[in-house]
């Protein structure tokens, strides 16, 4: 529900089977300007899936009027894990004096893990390994037209998960803190290659960009879920198959993406009382997932011969492409009164195969089952409105009202009984919004309050035909969040910063289709799982000096979090548990000298256990947590020239 942007190419899937919710980019923050958040529904400017918002990466753009360049390198310890490093360099070349400059940026990490996986006595089995590149062009034949051509890729590695299991139903380490138990060390690859170009030209009344890019994408991934399957209790048992003792059982997920995608809009300057934003965008996107149940002899970790060899097949073939038109325009009643309307008419066309196979439909269906190639399309319109009222240069109040949406596409059930739907349509939601934005020199403040209304939630549900239930997906949900954020910075000397921040959610189911209720065992008033309510965190920074053009440096961070629930309150498939909040204290401190930077910092200082997700298990199957990072400390130093 969130679009990630890195510069002006959206990296998010648009469509619900693009594999959006597993794949998003995390690059090593080496050489950005900065980072955009935009909170809220943004279906005008930015389009499908950004529900919950956008964050946007924005690189610093290359520079052909001077040599520059940085380094830094990082060492860090993990409480009773093991020890990480990084090394980043970024070099800026003017190529052709103020008119052509590459911008080349490198890094390397190892995290540390800290987890350990007693199945096959490895540890810190979640280490991870990320490389990765980008090259910038950037070309400014006149003072108003620039061309900037980049290229990025990023590989990472993890051996494992970070995990703890814990005794079923309870949150007691079965095997110690941060162990589990698994037969293999179930890794996880990440690749992302990506290739843009970006014309940027002043026309004298306002800008017009044109981005046009190409991404592919993969995540692979290994999971072990040999409790739930094999066993006394486990499905294999269920159905009766015979299977040789030390069986294995693993879920191998493969989802690769493409997807191409342009845009052009125009930015005006303020003209007279107007000021506007127009553009119109297209994208391409293809996925083809391969998701596997796979029964392995756990010795050597290979596939068993048929009938146990493949349990479960599901290849997703998916084929998605949009065509947009939006714009925004603001107009100003009054110097410091103005209204902002905007739209975006978005038509999408979806093609999507999905087949079963595997022992489990042989024994159930006869053989495999494929679901005829669907072809969904559906026009949607966004909107956009916004009042600001700046009684002063240092004080504004605005309200907001922004629609986004979550496409829909084709009915992937095995079979589509009789009164379910083929096609699911799009979800939708309207975040209304009131705030406050003041800044008074030494002080400013953030305060806004909200209410979005989510409707056509794509839920899955049971459908009863002759007797037989079935799971569907459905538009069968709607809810309501109600929620406000406090934002608070005080500068009280230029060398003094202190913020804190605070948000308060309200997340509940409104209405539900009893078909869901009986699946997921969610009714109406129960409190969509997995968010917390309370979020808040607080941080200061001292600066001093030193003498002899030293520059010190002390700060500290406090985050917390309030506890969270992991499924819904009648749930039988996946029993609701109440997940405790955490609360965790960084140190830092350094010394800046010339270009040069050195700094010690201290994270989880208090080496609390936090949760960040909960399956609870079920008899014979243990719980899984996955664990913040333990107490660490790192070491750092960057040189910029």
Do not use: C
Request: glycine share 12%; proline share 7%.
């Amino acid at each position: 529900s969130t679009v990630y942007y890195l510069d002006d190419v959206p990296f998010t899937a648009s469509s619900a089977n693009g594999g959006g919710a597993f794949i998003a980019p995390d690059p090593e923050l080496a050489d950005l300007d900065r980072i955009e958040v935009l909170k809220g529904p943004q279906g005008t400017l930015y389009g499908a899936s950004s529900l919950g918002g956008v964050i946007r990466l924005v690189s610093k753009r290359p520079d052909p009027s001077r040599y520059s360049g940085n380094v830094r390198a990082e060492l860090t310890a993990v409480d009773g894990g093991g020890v990480g490093y990084l090394m980043n360099v970024g070099v800026n070349v003017p190529l052709i004096n103020e008119t052509l400059a590459l911008r080349a940026t490198g890094f390397y990490r190892r995290t540390s893990g800290f987890v350990d996986n007693i199945g096959t006595g490895t540890k810190d089995v979640n280490e991870s390994f990320s490389k990765g590149a980008r090259l910038a062009l950037g070309w400014s034949p006149s003072d108003r037209l620039t061309i900037d051509l980049v290229g990025q890729l990023q590989d990472t590695d993890t051996d494992g998960p970070a995990l703890q299991d814990n005794a079923t139903g309870t949150f007691t380490p079965l095997y110690g803190e941060r162990k589990y138990s698994a037969y293999f060390n179930a890794p996880s690859s990440l690749r992302y290659r990506l290739a843009s170009i970006t014309g940027r030209y002043d026309t004298g009344i306002g800008d017009l960009i044109a981005t046009g890019s190409y991404l592919e994408s993969k995540l692979s991934t290994d999971t072990d879920i040999t409790t739930s399957y094999a066993g006394t209790v486990g499905i294999l048992a269920l159905f009766g198959l015979p299977y040789p003792a030390n069986t294995g059982v693993v879920s191998e997920s493969r989802i690769p993406q493409k997807k191409t995608s342009v845009e052009v809009r125009f930015v005006s300057d303020r003209l007279g009382p107007v000021e506007f934003i127009v553009g119109g965008f297209y994208t391409n996107e293809s996925v083809d997932l391969d998701s596997d149940v796979v029964a392995r002899s756990i010795p050597g970790n290979a596939p068993l011969p048929p009938p146990l060899g493949t349990l479960i097949s599901a290849p997703i073939t998916d084929r998605y492409k949009e065509m947009s038109a939006f714009g925004n325009l603001t107009y100003y009643l009054t110097d410091n009164l103005d209204v902002t309307g905007g739209l975006r008419f978005a038509h999408y066309e979806e093609d999507f195969a999905l087949g079963y196979s595997g022992t489990v439909y042989d024994i159930f269906y006869g053989g495999p089952v494929s679901i005829p190639e669907l072809h969904a399309k559906k026009n949607h319109v966004a909107y956009l409105g916004t009042l600001r009222w700046r009684p002063t240069d240092s004080l504004s109040f605005f309200l907001r009202a922004a629609n986004s949406f979550r496409p829909g596409g084709p009915q992937p059930a095995a079979v589509v009984p009789p009164g379910a739907q083929s096609q699911v349509n799009p979800g939708t939601v309207w975040d209304y919004e009131a705030g406050v934005k003041a800044d008074f020199g030494p002080l400013s403040v953030q305060a806004s309050t909200y209410r979005i209304d989510w409707k056509d939630m794509q839920l899955y549900s049971f459908v009863t035909v002759d007797g037989l239930r079935q799971i569907v997906l459905a538009n069968a949900g709607g809810a309501k969040v109600d929620g406000f954020e406090f934002a608070v910075q005080a500068r009280p000397t230029d060398k003094l910063s202190v913020s804190a921040n605070m948000g308060f959610t309200n997340p509940r189911i409104t209405k539900i289709d009893q078909g869901v209720s009986d699946y997921i065992g969610a009714y109406a008033g129960d409190p969509i799982p997995q968010t917390p309510r309370w979020t808040a965190s607080a941080i200061a920074d001292q600066l001093f000096d030193m003498g002899a053009g030293k520059q010190g440096q002390l700060g500290a961070t406090l985050r917390y979090q309030s506890h969270m629930f992991t499924s819904y309150p009648r749930s039988v498939i996946s029993p609701n548990f109440r997940v405790p909040g955490y609360a965790t204290v960084d140190l830092r401190a350094g010394v800046n000298f010339g270009g040069y930077q050195l700094q010690l910092r201290a994270e989880n200082l208090f080496d609390k256990v936090g949760i960040t997700n909960y399956n609870p298990g079920s008899p014979g199957v243990p719980a899984g947590a996955n664990l913040i990072r333990p107490r660490s400390f790192t070491l750092a130093f960057s040189a910029s020239f």
